[in-house]
Nanobody, 115 residues
């Protein structure tokens, strides 16, 4: 059974930082694309950052230069380092792993940024 478990969310003041983690079980991150998405209240889920199995990363324009996606293959974990956080970054953040056949999602972790 595949499980993606996020952690690291919380409440932070604008300008602060958080690091999200996503641990995978039942699936190998290193052979698949992984990424982070977010969903704010009343809005659609949107891409934040992804990285291919070859290590090519892609970011949404709204987080480029502030967020960094990385992975530790030995720990089967993907991270999202979030710096210079803004109130508009407030959302539930979801980890995602895309295989050739199926896309898996975590349960999400709440990030709240206050000014």
């Amino acid at each position: 059974q595949v499980q993606l478990v996020e952690s690291g969310g919380g409440l932070v003041q604008a300008g602060g930082s958080l690091r999200l983690s996503c641990v995978g079980s039942g699936i190998i991150f290193s052979t698949n694309a992984v990424g982070w998405y977010r969903q704010a209240p009343g809005k659609q889920r949107e891409l934040v950052a992804t990285t291919t199995r070859g290590g090519i990363s892609n970011y949404s324009d709204s987080v480029k230069g502030r967020f960094t996606i990385s992975r530790d293959n030995a720990k089967n974990t993907v991270y999202l380092q979030m710096n210079s956080l803004r109130p508009e970054d407030t959302a539930v953040y979801y980890c995602n792993c895309q295989t050739w056949a199926v896309t898996y999602w975590g349960q999400g972790t709440q990030v709240t940024v206050f000014s």
